[in-house]
Structure formats: C-alpha cells, structure tokens
Nanobody, 119 residues
Framework: QVQLVESGGGLVQAGGSLRLSCVASGSIVSIIAMGWYRQAPGKQRELVAT???????NYADSVKGRFTISRDNAKNTMYLQMNSLKPEDTAVYYC?????????????WGQGTQVTVSS
C-alpha cells in the first residue's frame, strides 16, 4: 500500500503562486501514475494534472499554461507549481497515486491541503 501526505496550501492573492508537495511512502515502486485533484465547495472532485511513471503529463484545460506538475523520484515527492492563481482555483487539493499490484490497480489519496485565492 501507499501513504500520501500533501503540504504547501495556504492563502494567496489573485495572480500569486503556490507550490504544493506530496510525499509518498510504502510500496512506491508499484506506482504507475500520480496526480493532483481538487474539490471546491458544492462541486465534485476534478482532475487537475497527472504524471505517469514515464513522465508523461496531462492537465485540465482550466490550468494549462499556469500549473506545472513534476516529480522527484529521489525524494519520493510530487509537486504542483501553481502560478497566476485565480479565485476559481480555490479548493482542497488532493494527491493521488495509482498502484499496480499483481493484476490489480489501487487508488490512494492524501488528506488534502486547502488553497484559497483572494481577489
């Protein structure tokens, strides 16, 4: 199994930047993909960005050109650099990992970190 811990959230003014971190532990060698999701009040959780074990990245249209997902394998850490933040980015951000164990896929989630963007 995999354990995930997010950090780096906070309060920032519109146009500012934040960098989120997610530290993974456990059976990390089995992780085939990781990503960031977010959930705003009254809305369902949505995908923000993903990165595979081959370093292929994907972004939601709403964050393209502003957010960058990356991974540091030596530190077992994934990052989300968020620039040009907008009030619409306000949400709880969750770290996700997909683990391939045998023939089964498992999803793991962190506890979430709050990002609030003021106007």
């Amino acid at each position: 199994q995999v354990q995930l811990v997010e950090s780096g959230g906070g309060l920032v003014q519109a146009g500012g930047s934040l960098r989120l971190s997610c530290v993974a532990s456990g059976s990390i060698v089995s992780i085939i993909a990781m990503g960031w999701y977010r959930q705003a009040p009254g809305k369902q959780r949505e995908l923000v960005a993903t990165i595979t074990s081959a370093s292929t990245t994907n972004y939601a249209d709403s964050v393209k050109g502003r957010f960058t997902i990356s991974r540091d394998n030596a530190k077992n850490t994934m990052y989300l650099q968020m620039n040009s933040l907008k009030p619409e980015d306000t949400a709880v951000y969750y770290c996700n990992a997909k683990e391939l164990y045998g023939s089964n896929l498992y999803n793991y989630w962190g506890q979430g970190t709050q990002v609030t963007v003021s106007s």
